[in-house]
């Protein structure tokens, strides 16, 4: 079923991530790593190696073109088609979506203050503000196409008795209005950062 799939997606690429960086988990997850993975030996060269990579995809610019991108990779026929077919594929579409999530999410949800290193607050709400065009348009379009555009479903036969196109459609408003709703939630929080951060100034002040 193709909405399954857009649910699944919600979940893997908006949902699951906002909560995991909403809980600012990093300084947990730290402190449980072994003793003999934080010595390992080839540590600081992996960091070396990874780092560049990590702070290409969290470019303010980057991570909304790769964040709305990967939503329309995965959705092009054709692609979209062999990625259902392919084992290996699929994995590789829902590892993609989960991984780009939570780096998105991290970038946007980061508690650090711009003075520890956390991104801008007014970058960060245009960049939530940015995403949510594309997806507003990608999610109407598949729900008022005429045509059905996925016919990987057709081959392999639906789940359950529903008209492709009234399937489709569904999987439009799934890509649609939840998925956007999430960068609203998201401009909320930072602003909430925002003021958090506005009131403890004024308090260090007095």
């Known amino acids: 079923m193709f909405f399954t799939h857009r649910a699944q997606h919600l979940v893997l690429h908006h949902a699951a991530p906002f909560l995991i960086a909403l809980a600012a988990p990093l300084p947990v997850l730290a402190a449980g790593v072994p003793n003999q993975m934080k010595g ?3 540590r600081a060269i ?3 190696i990874l780092w560049p990579l990590y702070r290409l995809l969290q470019h303010p610019v980057v991570a ?7 939503i329309y990779f995965w959705l092009i026929p054709e692609v979209h088609f062999d990625a259902m077919l392919s084992r290996q594929l699929y994995q590789v579409m829902n590892w993609s979506m989960m991984l780009d999530g939570l780096l998105f999410w991290w970038l946007m949800l980061d508690p650090r203050t711009p003075e520890q290193g956390g991104l801008g607050y007014g970058t960060r709400i245009v960049v939530l503000l940015a ?3 594309p997806q507003i348009f990608l ?9 059905e555009l996925f016919d990987v479903y057709a081959v392999c036969g639906r789940a359950w008795p529903l008209a492709p196109l009234a ?3 569904l999987g439009g408003l799934i890509t649609w209005i939840p998925a956007t709703m999430m960068s609203v939630l998201g401009v909320l929080i930072v602003i909430r950062y925002l003021l958090g951060e506005n009131r403890w100034q004024a308090l260090s002040l007095q």
Do not use: N
């Open 40 to 42: 390992f030996p080839g």
């Open 46 to 48: 992996a960091v070396r």
């Open 64 to 70: 909304p073109m790769l964040f709305v991108g990967l």
């Open 131 to 133: 995403v949510v065009p």
């Open 139 to 147: 999610g109407a379009y598949l729900t008022f196409s005429k045509y």
């Open 167 to 169: 399937d489709q459609q």
